[in-house]
């Protein structure tokens, strides 16, 4: 079970920090990521991170937001700087017990598991 936290409105050039709290992971080997819609727009993916902490980024991610997780609280993050109003969407997190989905982000893999999103407002 999956529950992002953290979004609001910002002007250009401002940043939050998007949080993810995962319950229920039972897998030594998994794969976590954030991703976002934005209206009239496919899903794309942003970032991922897996068990062992490796992350991949796609060019949604462009060099602004950095993923992480803290293990011991189940938590998964997203800080995003120097936003933009073309940031502004619906962000996921996702989970999967597939390792690999991490390496295959660009691919936007079929994860399992979603939370129900939280909004992000840029404005200018």
């Known amino acids: 079970q999956l529950s992002e936290s953290g979004g609001g409105s910002v002007q250009s050039g401002g940043s939050l920090k998007l949080s993810c709290a995962v319950a229920?992971?039972?897998?030594?080997?998994?794969?976590l990521g954030w991703f976002r819609k934005i209206e009239g727009k496919k899903r794309e993916a942003i970032a991922s991170i897996n068990s062992d902490g490796g992350t991949t980024y796609t060019d949604s991610a462009t060099g602004r937001f950095i993923i992480s997780q803290d293990n011991a609280k189940n938590m998964l993050y997203l800080e995003m700087n120097n936003l933009k109003p073309e940031d502004t969407a619906m962000y996921y997190c996702?989970?999967?017990?597939?390792?690999?989905?991490?390496?295959?982000?660009?691919?936007?893999?079929?994860?399992?598991?979603w939370g129900p999103g939280t909004r992000v407002n840029v404005s200018d």
């Open positions: 996702a989970a999967d017990p597939l390792y690999d989905f991490c390496s295959r982000l660009a691919s936007s893999p079929a994860f399992g598991f």
């Open positions: 229920g992971n039972t897998y030594d080997r998994y794969c």
